[in-house]
């Protein structure tokens, strides 16, 4: 497996892994990682033969007078056989708390010159054995740790950009709602609309957005403050419209969610929960839906027929619409056993007292195909494309 396939958990694994084979290899009994920064050396990996522990990881101590700066600054050679022989070293005493014996030390170098530390282990009496041949096997491992640090590094550094990218979502930068129109399947009538996130600013789409939003734990923040600006232009939607925000479960349960919702009228808008999402707290759900069904809102589980996990959700949660997944509608027109799906769900449906929504829907004979099977409303690109909210009441305008 390539080394910049590998998630940070699995390079470090690997380094911590590396550094005690090489330990055990040298038969010494501390090695460690350090991190030299301009005036500090931090131990970012240790390992040490039983409870022999005498220093710890993220321990700091001056990077000057260290073995470790010494031996990048060329004052103390790689290989020290006795510390107390060598006039630096002796003069040196034991700055790093090290052992008194064997001392062997290389630099890390980074891919663009950069010193990133050294590689060390060392033991509490001398080792007479140990040669060059040992010290040019830690260059070789330094080389490689070299490599694996900096692919830790770069995910360290994108964490922190898309946290930051994020941050500035929280507070709105770079987010743009546009709509969708819900129209009904006959004679083609607007019913809705779907309030859809963009962010023009970042490569990602929405949905890796907020999947990262949630990895960073910011994403009922950013959902809420989404939801703030679809709510915005609710009033100058028709009234004949309602407005469907997706949301999590957990931000259905976020009472800032709740104060937002409490600005608008609440029967114009419909929360839509995707199959896919995972109810860690289902009455938890039910209750704030009960609260929100109260001033009038409408819930609608979103993708259905995209997994099996979707009855569940349906059963759990008591809908009043259904949105059928858009792998379900495509071609279905052609495929008899979407048909027997659709026509099963609308039977449901019906019994329920629950209405279907039919997503992406793209062609005429996809249109035909589901008026056949009773789907009242639906949305997709061959009916309207998604447009800001300017642009949708001008096509409103033109009828």
């Known amino acids: 497996m390539s080394i910049t396939h590998l998630s940070c958990p699995d390079v470090e694994g690997s380094i911590q892994a590396m550094l005690h084979l090489m330990r055990r290899h040298l038969g010494l009994d501390v090695a460690l990682i350090s991190h030299l920064t301009d005036e500090l050396r931090v131990v970012r990996f240790l390992d040490a033969a039983g409870d022999d522990e005498v220093l710890a990881v993220g ?57 990133y530390g050294t590689l060390c282990a060392f033991a509490h009496r001398v080792h007479s054995h140990l040669d060059e041949r040992d010290l040019g096997m830690m260059h070789t491992l330094a080389g490689i740790i070299a490599s694996q640090l900096e692919h830790v590094e770069t995910v360290r550094v994108e964490r922190e950009d898309r946290a930051q990218a994020l941050a500035a979502l929280k507070v709105g930068h770079d987010l743009l709602i ?24 970042l490569r990602q789409g929405p949905a890796e ?21 679809a709510l915005a232009g609710l009033g100058e939607l028709p ?76 059963l759990q949660l008591r809908p009043e619409f259904l949105k059928l997944d858009g792998r379900l509608v495509a071609g279905i027109d052609r495929r008899r056993d979407k048909q027997a799906m659709v026509a099963a769900m609308g039977t449901y ?41 300017s642009a949708l009441l001008r096509i409103g305008r033109a009828g």
């Open 59 to 115: 321990r700091s101590d001056p990077a000057a007078g260290s073995y470790c700066r010494s031996v990048v600054a060329g004052r103390l050679p790689g290989l020290l056989h006795d510390p107390a022989e060598h006039p630096v070293s002796a003069a040196m005493g034991r700055p790093d708390r090290l052992g008194d014996g064997t001392h062997l030390s290389v630099p890390i170098v980074l891919g663009d010159g950069r010193v």
């Open 178 to 201: 546009v709509f969708q129109p819900i129209v009904e399947l006959v004679g083609e009538q607007l019913v809705g609309v779907e309030a859809l996130a963009r962010f023009p600013g």
């Open 209 to 229: 957005v907020f999947a990262e939003a949630w990895s960073v734990g910011v994403g009922a923040s950013l959902e809420v403050r989404a939801a703030r600006a």
């Open 239 to 314: 009234t004949c419209a309602a407005l469907s925000l997706n949301l999590s479960p957990g931000t259905l349960i976020d009472p800032r969610f709740a104060e937002v919702l409490a600005e608008v009228d609440a029967r114009r808008v419909v929360l839509e929960v995707s199959e896919h999402a995972a109810l860690a707290d289902a009455a938890a759900v039910n209750r704030a839906m009960d609260r929100f069904r109260d001033a009038g809102a409408r819930l609608a589980i979103d993708d259905v027929g995209a997994g099996l996990a979707g009855l569940d959700t349906i």
């Open 349 to 389: 449906a019906e019994r329920m007292g629950i209405a279907l929504v039919a997503k992406r829907v793209e062609t005429i004979e996809e249109h035909t195909a589901l008026l056949g099977l009773g789907v009242p409303y639906g949305q997709g690109f061959g009916l309207a494309r998604p447009a800001d909210l």
